[in-house]
C-alpha cells in the first residue's frame, strides 16, 4: 500500500472522481480546439466571442481543476497495479502531477495574458474577474506564446496518457483503463 493509499480503498475511482476526470476531458478537448479555431480567424465580433467563450471555459477548468485536486486530496486514486515496474510507477505519478501543473498553469497563463493585452475577462458576460498584470503589449504577446506552448505540452501529455491506459487494457490486460470509466449497476 502506498503512502497516497487508504486501507479500505478499492480498485475503482469514485463516481465523482470518475466525472471530474471526464468534464476536464471533453472541457480541456474543447478548449483546445476552439484555441486553434480562433487563433486564425481575423478580428470579427465573432472571433471576439469565440474568445469570451473561451476564457469562460478556461476559468470553468481552472475551478474544476482545484475542485479534482480537493477531491483527490480527500479521496486517494486506487493503488497502481502490483506487477508495475518502480521506473513505470515515477512514470506514472510524474505524468499525473504534469497533468494537474498544466491545468493550473494555462488557464492561469491565459489569464495573465488577457491582463496585459488590457482585455479583462468578464466571466459568463456578469462576473468581471480582475486583471492580475497592468497592460503591456510584449508581455501579453510572450504570454500568449508562453500558453499556446503549454497547450502544446499538456496535448502531447494527454495523448501520452490515453495511450498508457490503452496498453494497460490492451497489452497488459489490468484494469487500469475500466476503473475510470462509469460503473453500471447490476
Not at 135 to 148: A, D, F, P, S
Request: proline share 6%; charged share 15%.
Amino acid at each position: 500500500m502506498t503512502s497516497l493509499q487508504h486501507p479500505d480503498s478499492s480498485s475503482h475511482y469514485t463516481s465523482t472522481a470518475i466525472s471530474l476526470h471526464w468534464m476536464m476531458a471533453i472541457l480541456l478537448f474543447s478548449l483546445f480546439m476552439a484555441g486553434v479555431y480562433m487563433h486564425e480567424l481575423p478580428l470579427s465580433p465573432w472571433k471576439l466571442q469565440i474568445y469570451s467563450w473561451h476564457k469562460w471555459a478556461g476559468i470553468t477548468a481552472f475551478l474544476l481543476v482545484l475542485a479534482r485536486l480537493s477531491w483527490r486530496y480527500t479521496h486517494r486514486p486506487p493503488p497502481l497495479p502490483r506487477t508495475l515496474s518502480k521506473p513505470a510507477e515515477l512514470a506514472a505519478h510524474a505524468g499525473h502531477t504534469l497533468l494537474y501543473l498544466l491545468m493550473i498553469c494555462i488557464p492561469l497563463t491565459g489569464w495573465l495574458m488577457s491582463s496585459a493585452k488590457g482585455f479583462q475577462t468578464v466571466y459568463f458576460g456578469v462576473l468581471p474577474i480582475p486583471d492580475l498584470l497592468a497592460k503591456n503589449k510584449e508581455l501579453g504577446n510572450l504570454l500568449r506564446e508562453v500558453h499556446e506552448a503549454l497547450n502544446f505540452v499538456l496535448l502531447a501529455v494527454v495523448i501520452g496518457h490515453a495511450g498508457a491506459a490503452l496498453k494497460h487494457h490492451l497489452i497488459d490486460k489490468d484494469d487500469v483503463l475500466t476503473r475510470m470509466l462509469p460503473r453500471h449497476s447490476s
